[in-house]
């Protein structure tokens, strides 16, 4: 059975960025201003505040695990004490290689936590993370945060086959994330509506056989709903149309076997639902903004290849 979570996760092509470990004491707060990049963080101990833009402030404690896959605005602050006034914001201090220190150095500390950046190598990362929640919040589960410390580990370590580990332990610990979050109450995207057992049984059905030519009348039937139902339930819970959903999920499938190199483009059209080449290029160059072989071009260009 296809699984529609581990594909676009394994899609995504998560690498690791960095990871340290942070404590903090006293009254303190920082603020990030990112440019979309994942984050996620573990608290290891204590208990300290997180505000994302457009989210009341969330409290967290020994044993949590937070993800944003997008991040761009967000500060950590403590609880007890009360931290300094908005805009005052306070410098890590490196203690050394990968441990840092914020606030008061004369306090025992009232967090420390493992956090961390990765990188999604994927052209289509932009509209990947769109269909995921844009804040995971986890309690309680172990696993992630022994999760957390083997890619802390293996990213300290110079061993052989690094690169391919920590990819494969970021997959592992996205899926797990994104997995303990799924429910009515997830924001919309792919987790959401995996979370829904009717519109699972559709989500699946497009991954298993995308090659299908698929409608809202039989995506709907494999759902067991009407298909005005089905339409506004899709939709409210994904974020976007079922068709919308389709085609991204062709055209990233596309992206991938044009970079992959050495297929003829009526294969890849094939593999991807289209009857020919010439309908599948005029879908790809509306989709992309430019012709699969220019793709293709471009890719071997920025890899080397």
Partial sequence: MS???AEVVALLQPAASFTKLVSAA???RVRRVEVGRPFYGAVLEGRCCLTVGGYDPIELEQGDFVLIPAAQDFSTFSREPSPPADGVDMMPVELRPGEFHIGAQDCLPNVRMLIGYCTFGSADAALLVSLLPQLVHVR???RLGA???LVND???GRRPGRDVILAHLLEVLLIEALRSTSGPDASPGLVRGLGDDRLAIALRRMHERPTHPWTIANLAKE???SRSVFFERFRRAIGVAPMEYLLAWRMAMAKRLLQQGNRKLAEIAAQVGYGSAAT???AFSRHVG???????RQSNVLTGA
């Fill in 147 to 149: 999760l957390v410390q």
């Fill in 280 to 282: 599948f290029s005029i």
């Fill in 26 to 28: 006293g009254a303190w």
């Fill in 223 to 225: 759902a067991a709903l």
């Fill in 290 to 296: 430019m012709s699969p072989t220019a793709y293709e």
């Fill in 140 to 142: 309680g589960e172990a």
């Fill in 154 to 156: 293996e990213a300290r």
């Fill in 3 to 5: 699984d529609p979570l």
